[in-house]
């Protein structure tokens, strides 16, 4: 059976109407799932009048729940009033309470069973108090009430904010922190942390058995030997240092300007920049049509990679690129994570021997002797000029 996708449809004044539609409806989205549009039928055609007319005369399946989903067919479910006034290009509070209306329904059956994961169209973020991935950490992993600002509690196994695209995957140690703060928010623990998340998503969600994972400096030249801060000594070496401890292959800190402008990042399989700008700044200059991907969590969570647009909305100038991509990696991560629980369901038992003294004992294979050298040792660090 095709698997269920819940779509919220995002701020009502802005483009996720019709990055949605356009994404839906432009390629091959309905051979490989059954789409659920958390919005109104009736909002949603006061966008669809700027689109091009394949787009205008758009026929809903209305439903109850993502249970009566059909195939091939446009599932909405009604989450707000049908007289919610539309000010595209313009935020307001009406469009907020639409956009948690139909955020925390989707949310209700996602934790129901009812979705197989969640793509999310853009906020405005006073709708929620902050971003869906603070949002969604507290709906699903249990977080008491804290907000990104405050912890997130991203120090005890909370969720990640990874930005993806092919071939580069930027996650955040900060997600949407003011400047002032971020100094705060860089503990050794966080970090730690972090990494610790990031790994387990690389290797449960992207299918990468030894992910390599670069860790970006806070200071401008990785704090030239304490001269420009100390964070780099005291902090995130440190940091890096336990994390190698426990098998992770981690590799910094760089610093963030050369890193990128060199095309260093393309040894690694991830990037942990320590806040927002610093590592989504070069993603998006890069690629603006990469895909929002919330590590961490109990649930599959993708979004675009981009905001609300309320200066191109209703002027039938949105890309439905990322949309698109978010869809498909939903789609990825699913059949990724399945694939490796399964194999980690029933593992093949120890081989229980004796030794010379009739003891019990317990042998492991030896890659060394299987393999013909060791696939687990740790590669040297690439040099920037590689």
Known sequence: MKPIIGITAGDTNGVGYEVIIKALLNGYVFDVMRPVIYGNAVVAKQHFHT???EFRNITWNMIDSPEQAKD??????????????????????????????????????LKAGLLDALVTAPINKEALGGGHTEFLEKIFNGANGANDANDANGANGGS????CTEGLCVALVCNHVSIAQIPSQITEERILSKLTTLNESLKRDFGLEKPRIAVLALNPHAGDAGLLGKEEQEIIIPALTKAKEQGLWVFGPYAADGFFGTGHFSHFDAVLAMYHDQGLIPFKTLDMSGVNYTAGLSIVRTSPDHGTGYDIAGKNAADESSMRHAIFMALDVLRQRKEYDELRANPLPFIERTDIEGKPRREFIDFKTTTGGNRFERPAEPKENE
């Open 51 to 53: 689109l091009d007319e």
């Open 160 to 163: 990640l904010m990874m930005l």
């Open 72 to 109: 091939g067919r446009l599932n909405m479910i009604t989450c707000y009033t049908d007289n919610l006034p539309v000010q595209l290009g313009t935020p307001t509070e009406d469009a907020n309470k639409a956009a948690k209306a139909s955020l925390e329904r989707a949310c209700r059956d």
